[in-house]
């Protein structure tokens, strides 16, 4: 096989012949001489076919975004020519030998700017073009890089990743869930999970102690302009831990993610500050208060803990899973503060109960949440009825997670990282979707495939279902 060179290593091989792969960026034809960028995934390089080259004439031919394999000479830039805080600014490339590999037709938008100006349903439908783009390529690399540096971060930490199901049983994360008709048992639904909540907390009954996953999590909201369908977390879980030790770890990895890979930005706390719920809501009028010193500093990172929220609130028409007067805040699994505890098992004073939850959030942004959870089940069965769920409904729904708390569950809790809106702030993007290689639209439909699409006659009579003519949802 033929000896590549990367673009981003060729500085080391100067008045080297060397061959490279990748596609043209730019093409300039200035008659004698044809300059030529060329770009592979490392990075980008000058290259230039001289007067009397034998590659002239197949120069000539190529257009943007060809694939070639180049063979050529690194040579230094003449003076005048060379380009300081550049990756191979003083270098070019003298091109001897050119291989087509494929061409390419005149792409739907250009990629050599900002794609951020194209519409962005094109962006969508041509989605791997876009990420062919400098910056969209450089967001979905640094998306890796942190994911990469947390599972290391947390593997030294005593970690496992564990993954757990895609096709399981509803979980309540306060949304409705995705469901996917059994074809065996027809009539009957798998859920999409909204969390891997119930599963992590199973994790810490089976021993594990320190659970995390980078979580694909499904929730069937209606469309909220930054909202996805679908949608990373960072999901952790700890064994005998309080709220400080999970705060505590959270926010070290935080600062280390920031000191490491964004070393142009300030952290405007630490350790982060924490407000409790009732003056955020009183100060700000909402419970992600944006408290940067300087909202103009595009480096400026103001973490912030809410804490102390209400671990019930009355039913509102929102509400897709409260059957009685009162649902659970953030999450049915939540344990009360100590000091309310035996208020709420007494349940009395359903609406001054306040709850372990902690959410944290960046420049007015939620980032995540979690909290400390009820581990004995006479607990958990309290949050149930105070929510007004029968005794039939509590042991078909939640009976599983009551009986594992009946054998040897541990004290626990945990935490999720809204993970694409971190990256997003972090990138200094304006959406979510500038940092998810393929997202949907911000009304739910992957237009590269095509989805949500009908299926087949076929694939009806096999699962059993059929549509209804009127409720069926129309294209244009
Ligand atoms: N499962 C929760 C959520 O998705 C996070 C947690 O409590 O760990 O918001």
Redesign the pocket.
Known sequence: MKQRTYINELSEKKQETVIIYGWINVRRDQGKMIFLDFRDTSGIIQGVILPNSNAMEIGKTLREEFVVEITGKVNERPEKNKKSGILNGDIELEILHINVLNESATLPFPISGDTREVNESIRLKYRYLDLRSDRMHKNIANRFKIQNFIRNYLEKDGFLEIETPLLSAPTP?GSRSYVVPSRIYKGSFYSLPQ?P?QYKQLLMVSGFEKYFQFAR?MRDEDTRGDRQPEFT?L?MEMSFVTEEDIIQLNEKILISIVEKYYPEKRIQQIPFPRMPYKEAMGKYGNDRPDIREDKTDANLLAFLWIVDFPMFEKTGEDNVDGTGEWTFT??PFSKPRDEDFEKFMSKESIGEILTTQYDITLNGLEIG???IRNHKPSALRTTFEIMGYNNERIENNFGHMLKALELGAPPHG???WGFDRLMMILEQELNIREVIAFAKTGDGKDLIMNAPAEISNRQRVDLGISIKKDSLWKRY
């Open positions: 994360e969390s909540q999590c977390q999901d953030h999450n949440g979690g909290s945990g935490i999720a």
